[in-house]
């Protein structure tokens, strides 16, 4: 069983940054896939960034050259490191992980707004 904490979440203004944290359960956090997603109210929760046991990244284009993940296996965190943002990545921001099956956190809210 993985167990998953987000944090830092809060209100930001546009151009503003913000960076999320998620403290993962689990004594192979190395080898889990991590990922952070977000939604919006009516809309489908969508990845955001994605980065591999080997430390490999993918992004959404939405968020590519603004936004930057990345894990500390001796801590079981990864982070999103969120530049330049800009209304519409206001959501509700959720880490993934996936280790034999998927598992999620609970969420943080991310607002931006002036």
């Known amino acids: 069983q993985v167990q998953l904490v987000e944090s830092g979440g809060g209100l930001v203004q546009p151009g503003g940054s913000l960076r999320l944290s998620c403290a993962a359960s689990g004594s192979i956090f190395s080898m889990y896939v991590m990922a952070w997603y977000r939604q919006v109210p009516g809309k489908q929760r969508e990845s955001v960034a994605t980065i591999t046991s080997g430390g490999s990244t993918n992004y959404a284009d939405s968020v590519k050259d603004r936004f930057t993940i990345s894990r500390d296996n001796a801590k079981n965190t990864i982070y999103l490191q969120m530049n330049s943002l800009k209304p519409e990545d206001t959501a509700v921001y959720y880490c993934?992980?996936?280790?034999?099956?998927?598992?999620w956190g609970q969420g943080t809210q991310v607002t931006v707004s002036s």
């Open positions: 993934y992980a996936f280790q034999g099956r998927i598992y």
